[in-house]
């Protein structure tokens, strides 16, 4: 259905803007901390655990078929490319006064630096998989759909930032390329959310008693 093309397009380019992310936001910490076994320790399961907080949430979230999971993921991606955006200023800043911290300390930072965007784009998931089940009611196939096109938004970007992006624009040029994704995201899924609940509208508004009738 065109409607699913939309979703799977979208998730897509969420995926491909969040291993972008990854990929700047590493090599920004990577070089404010250092590059050794334990700032990659620290780096790497900062991100794993935002994820996996953030899918918690989001499933969580997205468990009361009242909550418009859509408009949502909207506003989820809108966060996430605003933050995008800003990131590495925010980074160096912080850098600069945690230099020579302890590390614990650095951990910390760490961890929450980038837990309010991993803990949005780990809800992306969940969000998306209750749309489409609302919509057909097979849950397997939600998930292993929208899993994979995620997954392949990331293989593409992989590859893309070591051929293209990284080299032509820089860390400051990626995260903008990957927030201006989101934000495109972002649009594309209010869009989509719009046009699902224009039928509801429009049965709505025929239910509805007329007015000014004698």
Known sequence: MPSRAWIYLVFFLSGFAALLYQIVWQRA???IYGINIESVTMVVTAFMLGLGLGSLAGGEVSKDAKRPVLLMFSLVELGIG???AVSLGVFHAVGRVTLGMSTIGTFFVTFFLVL???LLMGSTLPLLVAHLVRSSGNVGKSVGT???VNTLGSAFASAASVLFIMGRAGQLGSVRVAAA???TVSLLAYVAHRRAQRPEEIAEALAAPATGEK
Do not use: D
Request: aromatic content about 26%; hydrophobic content about 60%; charged content about 0%.
């Open 181 to 183: 994704l989101n934000v």
């Open 146 to 148: 929208l899993y994979f």
């Open 82 to 84: 605003l933050f995008g």
């Open 116 to 118: 309010v965007p991993t």
């Open 29 to 31: 910490l990577y070089a």
